[in-house]
């Protein structure tokens, strides 16, 4: 089955960065979401569902350099067809358009990243 292979960037404060990538049903494109970005500096994984990028299992949370935000660029996405995928495509577009309607709530709590 055809799916999309959606990547997402933490780049912390100090420049480190860490790669994260879900798997979408169907052709998943940055247009679908981005009307879910005007305004915004990029994502906050827990506000849609998905894993943060941010290994915070090997690394604390540093108040100078951390925050949940993840970088996601036009050129993140990627047609993969030896996978299965982990989500629909409907369900991607409408928990960007729930977290986009609520404010990205995560943007004030540093829980569930």
């Not at 979408?24 to 979401?33: P, R």
């Not at 299992?57 to 990627?78: A, L, M, T, V």
Request: proline content about 5%; aromatic content about 16%; some cysteine.
């Amino acid at each position: 089955m055809k799916c999309t292979e959606m990547f997402y960037m933490y780049r912390d404060g100090d420049n480190y960065k860490f790669l994260k990538s879900i798997l979408v049903s169907g052709n998943l494109t940055f247009e679908d979401i981005k009307p879910y970005l005007e305004g915004i500096d990029g994502l906050i994984p827990a506000d849609v569902g998905i894993p943060s990028a941010h290994p915070v299992d090997q690394y604390k949370y540093e108040e100078d350099s951390d925050h949940p935000w993840h970088e996601i660029n036009e050129g993140d996405f990627r047609t993969r067809t030896d996978v299965e995928a982990e989500f629909t495509k409907e369900e991607i577009i409408e928990a960007f358009r729930k977290a986009s309607e609520a404010g990205w709530p995560g943007q004030y709590s540093f829980e569930g990243w």
